[in-house]
């Protein structure tokens, strides 16, 4: 099961960081990404669980960064520049079956956890 961690609140401008366990057989899996609800559900990030190929949604490029920390099977997601438009509840995803933009190609998801950014 996937567990994300890191949300809360801040100012517009500020940093946060997201970072979700992710289980071995996702890990196997190679690719794990973010999505984002707030009016909708949207793509955030995605990136080969070795490192490869790293996507990321117009609205955070630049400003996103997706990684992962082997050594704590986690992958995180560095938010800064916030915005208000970034409040939504943040899901870690993985086991990817098709394009990475459709949620209903993942198959594993977090529970999500809340991200609220203040002007």
């Known amino acids: 099961q996937l567990v994300e961690s890191g949300g809360g609140t801040a100012k517009a401008g500020d940093s946060l960081q997201l970072s979700c366990e992710v289980p071995?057989?996702?890990?196997?899996?190679?690719?794990v990404g973010w999505f984002r609800r707030s009016t909708k559900l949207e793509f955030v990030a995605a990136m080969s669980?070795?490192?490869?190929?790293?996507f990321y949604s117009d609205a955070v490029k630049g400003r996103f960064t997706i990684s992962n920390d082997a050594s704590k099977s986690t992958v995180n997601l560095q938010m800064t520049g916030l915005k208000p438009e970034d409040t939504a509840v943040y899901y870690c995803?993985?086991?990817?079956?098709?394009?990475?933009?459709?949620?209903?190609?993942?198959?594993?998801w977090g529970r999500g956890t809340q991200v609220t950014i203040s002007s």
């Open positions: 071995e057989y996702s890990r196997n899996r190679f690719v």
């Open positions: 995803v993985a086991d990817l079956m098709g394009d990475r933009h459709r949620s209903g190609n993942w198959n594993s």
């Open positions: 669980y070795t490192g490869g190929t790293i």
